[in-house]
């Protein structure tokens, strides 16, 4: 049997900082991406940031839906048994999902699906009933583009009062090369720290001195991987 001619119904999942899942930061304080969850059925192409792990499910798009329906329509009363089997590529799992790991750039994989499906007929020449299985062989691709936009969460406030929790103003990101963070008092623009560390955060103090319960400016710059700046401010409440 021939394969059934590939159709595809184009739906683009556009992905950028406002619209990609946001970050959530475990106990750990280590800021990470829900797992995402897709189709080959329901899309072509997808847009993810670096470093969200997805799942990848096999399906039919319309084409190959109707396909199969119209074989199953055909052999509806001979049909006794339908087995299903998967072969993905490049990855050569076997398995109806993959898991698709981080990578930068662009990557196709390509879904084979193998239906086998047993039928009963009734043999005119000498009127016994016999079985025999008929294969339909049926492909379908999914692109998974990795943008390079970088995610951070940026805190509204922080309490230096030194009970270990949240203790620092600290800035959680991902996918990024570099950053640069600066804190200046709302009045007196001073700047009171800088880091270009994302891991150094600022402990509330100014040439070793607490400073005081109070509103502060920020200014934050970070780099995608490729070299993207972008660059933020606002404020932050100091709370003791």
Sequence with gaps: ?????????????LASCEKVPPLEIDESGTPRLDTARVDTKSYEEVNLPCQQVLI????????????LSLILA????????????????PTGDTTRTIIVPDFPGDRTYEVEISYAIGIEYLDTNSGAWRDSTLILLLSDEIIIRRNNIPLYVIPHAFTPN????????KIAAIC??????RIFDTFSNTLLFESRE???GWDGTYEGKKMPVEEYRYQFEIASVNNQVFETEGYLQLIR
């Design 1 to 13: 049997m021939r394969n059934v001619p590939f159709i595809a119904i184009l739906l683009l999942l």
């Design 56 to 67: 990848v499910e096999a399906g039919l798009d319309g084409g190959n839906s109707f396909a």
């Design 74 to 89: 055909v052999y509806a009363e001979y049909v006794i048994w339908i087995d299903s089997s998967y072969r993905w590529a």
């Design 162 to 169: 030194g009970d270990g929790f949240n203790d620092e103003f």
């Design 176 to 181: 990024f090369s570099t950053s640069r963070l």
């Design 198 to 200: 994302i891991n150094s």
